[in-house]
């Protein structure tokens, strides 16, 4: 549910108020070893919860000397997580018994932020500056259930009320240059960060991951991007082309490790001291016909942990050697066929195809989860469809995946608990019908 109220105080002042509430319940379960055998599963239990979220903001925003484009706000969130999770470790029946492990909380988070950002008009020919930033104060706390498995057996170092606060300050800043109506250049910097926490699955001990407990710290991430963005002609043939490349950097990455602490098998969230990831990406289309449009996309990433040596609680130090969920290379290509049928409907014919090299699914694939590396893959995918523009209505066939490939979209890396990994198969060919109607 939400709620948007806006007044207007002049011409170029408005005041504005977002209120949102949401509230979601849901259940499920998972197999997780990748085998016939009981090796890591949910259990008839399975996982089950409600996620509450309130949260308010204010905003003024408007122009001053019509030069000054500016907003700026306050915002409030109130969030809870209850979740109770049951797992059922080396199901074994009847040579041996299995490993319950239940894990069951309650997350309170509140978050408080202020922020002001403005894009000021240097009044020469298409020349903008942009500057804002925010700053923003999270408190979180975690209060595990009475059947928690580490309350049920408990040790002296656990804490069963874990609270934290963290607070940080967000900015941007960028140039840009309409240097003419069809070309935009731009510069452009940001600073940003994911708010720490308490891991669901670790020991509830004071400290963080990397020391000595359940907590891990914000993760921070600061950028900079040069880009240029062209939509116009060549020749006579309509041409949109975006071009960018960035450098990013990344303090405190926070990534998931899987060892066993304090007896317990456990996932538990660390903070690796460093990362670089830089790319480039360029996407565009031409219509060398009226009724035909051509495009696509290709993105180089080469992201690497540059400082990657981290303390695991209870453990030998791990080396954070691959950088998870990243290809290389990836690129998509298109054609779509948009024909007028009578003088309302349109029959739209689309193809496309979309290409990965092969990535990592664990960020220890080279040291402690050996295998969890997964082959690159290219999947074709075709859309037909008829449209009433006036009436807003639209039907469509799809395929997905029709040559039906076989691919992997990630795993999970077991292997330095459970000496194996799983990896997850992307979807089979699907056929899909496509109703659409605006009213």
Do not use: C
């Amino acid at each position: 549910m939400s709620n948007v109220t806006a007044l207007e105080l002049s011409s170029a002042a408005t005041i504005k108020n977002v209120f949102g509430y949401v509230r979601s319940k849901f259940s499920g379960a998972g197999e997780f070893d990748g085998t016939p055998y009981g090796g890591d599963a949910n259990g008839p239990d399975g996982r089950t919860g409600v996620i509450k979220q309130i949260s308010d903001e204010l905003q003024l925003l408007g122009n001053i000397g019509g030069r000054l484009d500016y907003v700026a706000g306050g915002y409030f969130s109130h969030e809870t997580d209850n979740t109770r999770s049951t797992s059922v470790i080396f199901d074994l029946a009847p040579v041996s018994p299995p490993i319950n492990q239940i894990n069951n909380g309650k997350f309170t988070n509140d978050t408080y932020a202020g922020y002001a950002q403005g894009t000021y008009d240097l009044g020469l020919v298409g020349l903008k500056l942009t500057a804002g930033g925010r700053y923003s104060i999270e408190k979180t706390r975690f209060v595990r259930a009475a059947d928690d498995t580490y309350v049920t057996a408990p040790l002296a170092a656990y804490d069963f009320n874990q609270r934290a606060t963290f607070k940080k300050f967000s900015w941007t800043v960028g140039v840009e240059d309409q240097v003419t109506t069809d070309l935009l250049l731009y510069a452009k910097s940001r600073r940003s960060f994911r708010s720490g926490g308490f891991n669901y699955f670790a020991p509830p001990t004071t400290g963080f991951g990397n020391a000595s407990g359940g907590a891990y710290r914000p993760e921070t991430a600061t950028d900079a991007e040069l880009g240029a963005k062209y939509r116009g002609r060549v020749a006579t043939l309509p041409v949109r082309l975006n071009v960018a490349a960035y450098q990013m950097w990344v303090r405190d990455v926070q990534r998931a490790f899987y060892a066993q602490i304090f007896g317990n098998l456990a996932s538990i969230t660390v903070n690796v001291p460093r990362a670089k990831i830089s790319g480039v990406e360029v996407d565009g289309s031409i219509d060398p016909v009226p009724w035909l449009t051509l495009g696509g996309s290709a993105n180089y990433t080469n992201a690497r942990f540059t400082s990657n040596i981290v303390n695991v609680v209870d453990n030998p130090q791990a080396r954070f050697d691959t950088y998870p969920d990243t290809p290389k290379w990836a690129g998509a290509a298109y054609a779509n066929v948009k024909v007028p049928v009578s003088d309302r409907l349109t029959a739209n014919l689309r193809g496309d195809v979309y290409a990965q090299t092969f990535t990592y699914f664990s960020s220890t694939a080279k040291s402690l989860t050996p295998g969890a590396r997964i082959p690159g893959y290219a999947l074709v995918n075709l859309r037909a469809g008829l449209g009433d523009v006036q009436k807003g209505w639209s039907l469509a066939a799809v395929a997905k995946n029709i040559f039906n490939t076989v691919y992997y979209t990630g795993g999970v890396g077991f292997a330095n608990i459970f000496t194996l990994n799983t990896a997850v198969p992307g979807d089979r060919r699907t056929f899909l019908i496509e109703a659409r109607f605006n009213f």
